[in-house]
């Protein structure tokens, strides 16, 4: 936080005649570093996300709600689950900025490995953290975690037909 900035007024005499100042003629103010304003809450815009195996990439959406005072950000992660870290998923850490005034959403991508193997869906969660400035007015809202469930697109796999022979049959 900065430190209090410290002014005076002063009162001067007018046009003869016009006013008479009173006893008090000059007065300090002085500018706290204390915020009054609504920075609003960030959080996921969904709890759940879903993403084919192929796809490339999921996009996650982070929303700035309930008020859009100060310059804000909030730190993102992603966390494994049933997908593996590496061979499902890139890991993806970052920051997202808001400037004083602006609730528009912000975005962010985690790659998405086709693996090749013919499996159930897996997810992976992504987690908000960090959020600042710290204190009591900014806050991460609800969902603060979001699952990603990744949907595989590969085939089961071919049975190879089996052939029993019978010896002794012509």
Known sequence: ???????????????????????????AVTIDDVF????????????DYSVDE??????????????????????YNTDQDSALLGQDYADSTGMLNWPDGDSSPRFFQVAIVDDGISEGPEQFLVTLQNAQP??????????????????????PPIAEPSVTLNPGIV
Do not use: Y
Not at 136 to 154: E, F, K, W, Y
């Open 1 to 27: 936080p900065e430190s209090d900035e410290l002014f005076t007024v002063n009162l001067m005499s007018g046009t003869p005649g016009d006013a008479v100042l009173g006893d008090l003629l000059t007065v």
């Open 36 to 47: 009054n304003g609504n920075p609003g809450t960030l959080q996921f815009a969904q709890p």
């Open 54 to 75: 192929n796809a490339g990439f999921v996009s996650i959406e982070v929303t700035r709600i309930g008020g859009q005072d100060g310059a804000v950000s909030v730190g």
């Open 134 to 155: 710290l204190g009591d007015q900014l806050q991460t809202g609800s969902p603060d975690v979001a699952v990603v469930t990744i949907n595989n697109i590969d085939p």
